[in-house]
């Protein structure tokens, strides 16, 4: 019997690696982020311009992201990531070697956690040579994709662990992803006659509920032990054609494995086009390049800086007034023009809530008045509730012409089953929305606008060029306006209000442009 019918393992141990949550720090002090201050993306970018590259803000870009989950994806026209890295951990520590000590480089100190953090960055996107469901009849498949992968091959695989737990609701599949990378099985065959056996599986995973700075191989999920799947097949034992799962494995066992594809086929696409690496890396593409990580975690040199540069370059955005807009003040608003800004609040105890994304939007005019839609953005890009507003056009102002006060028109509710449409006229709704405050404690008119002193501000969400603002007092706080267009690849920020820190409200710009209908 050849041995990788009953053992194997692949060239490369996989490493524990942390997986680097979306959740902001605030919410939970004991987490570490990628984009926090003096992490891994922030000393990345620093690195960078102490190289003579253009800044590429991959820590402004990953913070960004951060409360995307699909609330920005139709809007960006960017695949978010969900809530954490562990797939690209996983992918990182089946292929890259661990880094196993500090660097200090340009006086700036990379962490052993600091270069972890950076290889699963790179990794996070990376294409694949093999994918498959595992369903609940279908252990064969896992069999032979760990016989074939780790006992022949030798490479590690990775392996969504997680079941998907069911709606109690719905009836449907909840998705969630636990991606685990595996380097080591032993198993063992009973018998049963006709061609079928009973299998057990032990399989050695790297975990990711470590530290960052951690090193070594911490199993999963209990340290020095394997996971143990049973299950039956029928058929060769190497790529046996049916299979069931038995015992605890059938409320137990992965529902995906994948590979990614071998480093140096990756590596080849990346000396072609930085970042092409990356499967559909249109949409997952992230600014931290694998050329310039490595000269941190294995202390390699580039030899041409002309691709690197000319990627970054690409990526720069710049804060202009275009001729036809400087003459007009402030400059316009079309129908379709939207801006979406991260809001926090405080509620009626003093407790400051988790972000949200809210969504303002221009439907339509109304003499002197624009007419907004607002609203908060639901998982989905669903608004349920969406408040109609009357702005002035001049002013900028809360329009003194609007049905109700502050503003208010109307409000439309969503049946987020059927999507139909229901309007309600009661002012309470916005009276009482948190999103009142934000938007009708309004500064000064423009023409006052132009009096206050010019500040500089950096929107993490935008980028880390300061845009030159004014500082328009509302009477319980501050908004930053941009008094100028502000040019963007998605669209122009046209005259509207940068960021808000009010007394219970703050908000900041993270998307704007043009809805396309």
């Not at 003579?52 to 992201?65: A, D, M, T």
């Not at 190497?238 to 069931?244: E, F, I, S, V």
């Not at 009357?390 to 049946?415: C, F, M």
């Amino acid at each position: 019997m050849s041995d990788y019918l009953t053992q194997g393992e692949a060239d490369h141990q996989a490493w524990s690696g942390y997986w680097w949550p979306m959740l902001s720090s605030r919410d939970r002090p004991d987490y570490r982020n990628l984009y926090d201050e003096n992490g891994p993306l922030d000393k990345y970018d620093r690195y960078c311009t102490a190289l003579g590259l253009p800044n590429p803000r991959s820590r402004e870009f990953e913070n960004w992201r951060n409360f995307a989950d699909s609330r920005l994806e139709q809007a960006t026209g960017y695949k978010a990531f969900w809530w954490g890295h562990c797939n690209g951990w996983a992918a990182a520590s089946v292929l890259e070697n661990e880094p196993t000590k500090a660097r200090e480089l340009h006086g700036i100190a990379f962490k052993v956690g600091d270069q972890k953090g950076l290889l699963t960055v790179c990794h996070n996107g990376d294409p694949v040579d093999l994918i498959r469901r595992i369903g609940s009849d279908e252990a064969h498949i896992f069999h032979a994709a760990v016989l074939q992968s780790i006992g022949k091959d030798r490479r590690g695989l990775i392996f969504d662990t997680k079941l998907d737990p069911i709606d109690p609701q719905t009836g449907k599949s909840t998705r969630e992803v636990w991606n685990y990378p595996a380097y080591r099985y032993e198993c063992r065959y009973t018998a049963l006659g006709g061609n079928q056996y009973d299998v057990t599986m032990q399989l050695w995973f790297a975990d990711d509920g470590v530290m960052p700075d951690f090193i070594g191989t911490r199993n999963w999920p209990e340290e020095g032990k394997p996971k143990v799947y049973t299950y039956r097949i029928r058929g060769d034992k190497a790529n046996p054609h049916a299979g069931t799962w038995t015992g605890r494995s059938i409320g137990d066992h992965p529902d995906l494995v994948w590979r990614p594809q071998p480093l140096s086929v990756q590596n080849a696409a990346e000396e072609r086009d930085p970042g092409s690496s990356q499967e559909n890396h249109e949409q997952y593409f992230h600014p931290t390049l694998r050329q310039i990580v490595y000269t941190v975690t294995q202390d390699t040199k580039i030899n041409d800086f002309s691709k690197l540069q000319r990627k970054l370059a690409s990526l720069d955005l710049h804060w202009v007034i275009t001729p036809a807009e400087a003459a007009g003040y402030p400059p316009p608003i079309a129908v379709g023009d939207f801006w979406r800004y991260r809001v926090v609040h405080k509620d009626t105890i003093g407790y400051t809530t988790r972000p949200f994304i809210l969504h303002v939007e221009c439907v339509g005019y109304v003499g002197d008045d624009w007419v907004f839609e607002v609203g908060a953005v639901h998982q989905g890009d669903i608004i349920p509730e969406r408040h109609v507003i009357y702005v002035d056009k001049v002013t900028r102002l809360i329009s003194s012409k609007s049905p109700h006060e502050n503003g208010y028109a109307y409000t439309l509710r969503q049946d987020i089953k059927t999507g139909a449409f229901a309007r309600s006229d009661d002012p309470s709704l916005w009276e009482n929305s948190p999103l009142r405050p934000l938007l009708t404690q309004m500064p000064y008119a423009w023409d006052r606008a132009g009096l206050e002193p010019v500040m500089a501000v950096t929107l993490p969400g935008l980028g880390s060029e300061a845009v030159p603002c004014r500082g328009l007092s509302t009477g319980n706080g501050l908004q930053y306006w941009a008094d100028h267009t502000v040019s963007h690849p998605r669209g122009n920020l046209r005259g509207m209000f940068l960021m808000s820190r009010l007394d219970r409200v703050t908000a900041e710009l993270v998307d704007f442009g043009q809805k396309v209908t």
